[in-house]
Nanobody
Framework: QVQAVESGGGLVQPGGSLRLSCAIS????????MRWYRQAPGKQRELVAV???????SYVDSVKGRFTISRDNAKNTVYLQMNSLKPEDTAVYYC?????????WGQGTQVTVSS
């Protein structure tokens, strides 16, 4: 069983930065891709960024050049560095970890971008 716990959300002004963390615990053998999703009020959950076990990354177009996903295998943690934040980035951000073919979700962390 894998547990994923997000942290690092909060209130930030437009143009500001935040770094989200997703700490992974439990049986980590077989974990491959790690993903960040977000869900804004009244909208569907969308995939924001992915990092594979080989370190290959990909992003949704709306965050390219502003967000960076990374992983620290020694700490069993995946990060999402978010720069140049915009009001439209406001959402609950979720971490999803895939172990073999099973997905595990965190509880989410709120990010609010507002002046």
């Amino acid at each position: 069983q894998v547990q994923a716990v997000e942290s690092g959300g909060g209130l930030v002004q437009p143009g500001g930065s935040l770094r989200l963390s997703c700490a992974i615990s439990g049986s980590i053998f077989g974990i491959n891709a790690m993903r960040w999703y977000r869900q804004a009020p009244g909208k569907q959950r969308e995939l924001v960024a992915v990092i594979t076990s080989a370190g290959i990354t990909s992003y949704v177009d709306s965050v390219k050049g502003r967000f960076t996903i990374s992983r620290d295998n020694a700490k069993n943690t995946v990060y999402l560095q978010m720069n140049s934040l915009k009001p439209e980035d406001t959402a609950v951000y979720y971490c999803k970890v895939t172990q073999w073919t099973v997905d595990y979700w965190g509880q989410g962390t709120q990010v609010t971008v507002s002046s």
